[in-house]
């Protein structure tokens, strides 16, 4: 199923369809303040499994999540006073962060060494999303692994135009602005360290 969508200002009627995939465990593709993105449940170990199959994405690579504010993070994630300060700086934008994890998501969520990956995004219709649902998302850009993440809505289409598993909905906002995937910054160092610029 795809949904246009204005993309400064969403219709409710969209949030309300997404939420409501989400909430029932599906997969939604939605177009974020960075690249178009895949989303699900990140709490519910089903819609995760599904994300892997479909971008046929290796499991040694977790999966990061979205979540709409500090104190959502602070349920996930161990933040110190000094790491609280580096996100009320960055956030929300396109820094995603790697926090030691509290173990309570879904697998594939968290790493092998206990760690996860968090953003608030600088976008209004995922951050309605967000408010709407109280719970974080799971989050990747909407691409088979190895291929490039995109900003086209006609490349996103293609991707998974075909094939077997697909995502339950396409919120189609057009061409978004040409950016890049979210940096990512390790916070678990004693200096943070930029993994991806």
């Known amino acids: 199923m795809i949904i246009k969508v204005n993309f ?8 309300k369809k997404a939420v409501g995939i989400i909430k029932n465990g599906g997969l939604v593709v939605i177009p974020t303040d960075t690249v178009y993105g895949l989303l699900a449940d990140a709490r519910n170990k ?7 199959k479909i971008k046929k994405r290796s499991k040694m690579k977790p999966i990061a999540i979205f979540v709409k504010d500090i104190k959502t993070a602070k349920k996930y994630a161990f933040i110190d006073r000094k790491q609280e300060e580096f996100l009320k700086k960055n956030w929300p934008g396109k820094i995603t962060v790697i926090l030691k994890s509290k173990n309570n998501l879904s697998e594939g969520v968290m790493a092998k060494n206990k760690t996860i990956g968090i953003r608030i995004p600088d976008c209004k219709l995922v951050n309605l999303l967000l408010e709407k649902m109280n719970f974080p998302l799971a989050q990747t850009s909407a691409n088979i692994s190895g291929g490039e993440a995109t900003t086209k809505i006609r490349e996103v289409l293609e991707q998974f135009a075909g094939k077997r598993i697909t995502p339950d909905l396409i919120i189609d906002a057009g061409d978004l602005s040409n950016n890049r995937p979210s940096k990512i910054v390790d916070l678990t160092q004693e200096k943070p360290l930029i993994i991806r610029f």
């Open 46 to 52: 089903k819609p995760v499994e599904k994300i892997f």
């Open 8 to 15: 400064r200002n969403p219709e409710k009627e969209v949030i």
